[in-house]
């Protein structure tokens, strides 16, 4: 009677270990100009700066000018600020203990002889952060609409075309990690409810719970399973979808 039921739909021990830091992440800054953070910087700048070549390349030309990239700490470890364009993205350094210790637990459950970091490293520095460049994307294509399951749906969709494109592997890899993930957690969506219907009428109530994450990985499981899988350029012609 309880698997409905916003709040319980994580295994325990799982939930708290592995998404703790999606409910409460310090907003913390890393070590100012250290060589490290400017070596962090400069790799994701390169991915940046591919994505928007990426883009030009299949024909469309972006009405913004690219992000600014601050490395922090932000909620769910990256976000997208429409009305500056700057993308917030987490930098290791900048992770309490308890954030890392989650990355090195979420590394012995994906047993794939990465370390925490590693682990942080595919999951924020190449997922999330070209995540977050599709809603740039949006933005500059103006489909910023309330529909949150659009909005989120869409960048998914195109993120995964992206890495499909241009790594085969790590899109294989981040498949597998989020079908590993979501299978140690229950589904929120209560019987009877269209999961984009509740996603919507709760957007407000679950940007800070782990029930976020089990749609964002959701997600991109059904992007994963279109037939056909649609081309990068049809993603980036429609941001938004459905
Ligand atoms: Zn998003």
Same mark, same amino acid.
């Given at each position: 009677m309880f698997a409905n039921r916003l709040l319980s739909f994580c295994t325990a021990f799982l939930c708290a270990t592995l998404y703790g830091a999606q409910i409460a992440a310090p907003a913390t800054s890393p070590p100012k100009n250290s060589s490290s953070s400017e070596a962090q910087r400069a790799k994701l700048v390169a991915l940046q700066d591919d994505f928007i070549e990426t883009i030009k390349a299949n024909g469309f030309q972006p009405s913004l000018a690219a992000p600014t990239i601050v490395l922090d700490n932000p909620p769910s470890y990256g976000n997208y600020e429409d009305e500056s364009n700057v993308l917030h993205i987490a930098v290791w350094a900048a992770l309490s203990p308890e954030q890392q210790a989650r990355f090195a637990r979420l590394a012995g459950l994906l047993a794939?002889? *990465? /370390?925490g970091e590693e682990t942080f490293e595919d999951g924020v520095h190449h997922w999330v952060f070209i995540h977050e460049l599709s809603h740039w994307w949006q933005a500059c294509q103006h *489909? /910023?609409?309330?529909n949150h399951y659009s909005v989120e749906y869409g960048a998914n969709r195109i993120a995964a075309a992206y890495w499909r494109s241009k790594d085969p592997a790590f899109m294989g890899r981040t498949e597998k990690k989020m079908r590993t993930v979501i299978a140690t957690m229950t589904q929120p969506v209560p019987e009877g409810k269209s999961p984009e219907k509740y996603f919507n009428e709760n957007y407000e109530k679950l940007g800070p719970t782990p029930a976020y994450i089990w749609f964002q990985y959701s997600m991109v499981l059904k992007v994963q399973s279109e037939a056909p899988l649609p081309s990068l350029h049809q993603t980036l012609q429609q941001p938004t979808y459905p």
């Open positions: 794939e002889g *990465k /370390t *489909k /910023t609409s309330d």
